[in-house]
T-cell receptor, first 118, second 112 residues
Framework: GAGVSQSPRYKVAKRGQDVALRCDPI?????LFWYQQALGQGPEFLTY????????KSGLPSDRFFAERPEGSVSTLKIQRTQQEDSAVYLC????????????????FGEGSRLTVL | KQEVTQIPAALSVPEGENLVLNCSFT??????LQWFRQDPGKGLTSLLL???SQREQTSGRLNASLDKSSGRSTLYIAASQPGDSATYLC???????????WGAGTKLIIKP
């Protein structure tokens, strides 16, 4: 596709439910990031993939959060047993460079998946 | 730990005015600093990136400056237009990693 695509755009979950958020990066992009953005705040880093390898998952807030990118393209962020504090917009970004766009700033964001946990 | 602050949190000005958005960071050991724009319900769009060795970058009506020693960056918008209304975020990248540390943003409203 032309840009980074995320689905679903909106998800309402009851507390305790599991959710899965999908990210389709730009074709051929090596680096993929997940960020969490609470209302009125800047994004917070969750995890980083280089192709299929998850190089950094230090930002995942708990073991209820899990991300994968098994074939080096589409990525899924899974949240188990959702809690109200998980309510946020989850942003996916991709970059052609293996350094995640560190030098060029070429980092492309999707429109996000807004999760509301009731 | 790097912390990024943006002031003001919100700004409303009449169309045509020149304006300055501020970003400050606590650790001067940065690799680069980037300004993004976020429209409601949309993703983030990169506006300008300034490498740590640079003092400023320009793109059209936008000019971003960087003063590493004082831990500050400014985004200057000339001749503002209603289409500039958005939230502007700055993000810094540390010396040794690819993670971006973000400010909370400045919500800008340009009144016609």
């Amino acid at each position: 596709g032309a840009g980074v695509s995320q689905s679903p755009r909106y998800k309402v979950a009851k507390r305790g439910q599991d959710v899965a958020l999908r990210c389709d990066p730009i074709s051929g992009h090596v680096s993929l990031f997940w960020y969490q953005q609470a209302l009125g705040q800047g994004p917070e880093f969750l995890t980083y993939f280089q192709n299929e390898a998850q190089l950094d998952k230090s930002g995942l807030p708990s073991d209820r959060f899990f991300a994968e990118r098994p074939e080096g393209s589409v990525s899924t962020l899974k949240i188990q047993r959702t809690q109200q504090e998980d309510s946020a917009v989850y942003l996916c970004a991709s970059s052609l460079e293996s350094d995640g766009g560190s030098n060029t700033g070429e980092l492309f964001f999707g429109e996000g998946s807004r999760l509301t946990v009731l | 730990k790097q912390e990024v602050t943006q002031i003001p949190a919100a700004l409303s000005v009449p169309e045509g005015e020149n304006l300055v958005l501020n970003c400050s960071f606590t650790d001067s050991a940065i690799y680069n600093l980037q300004w993004f724009r976020q429209d409601p319900g949309k993703g983030l769009t990169s506006l300008l990136l300034i490498q740590s060795s640079q003092r400023e970058q320009t793109s059209g009506r936008l000019n971003a400056s960087l003063d590493k020693s004082s831990g500050r960056s400014t985004l200057y918008i000339a001749a503002s237009q209603p289409g500039d209304s958005a939230t502007y975020l700055c993000a810094v990248r540390g010396d040794s990693n690819y993670q971006l540390i973000w400010g909370a943003g400045t919500k800008l409203i340009i009144k016609p």
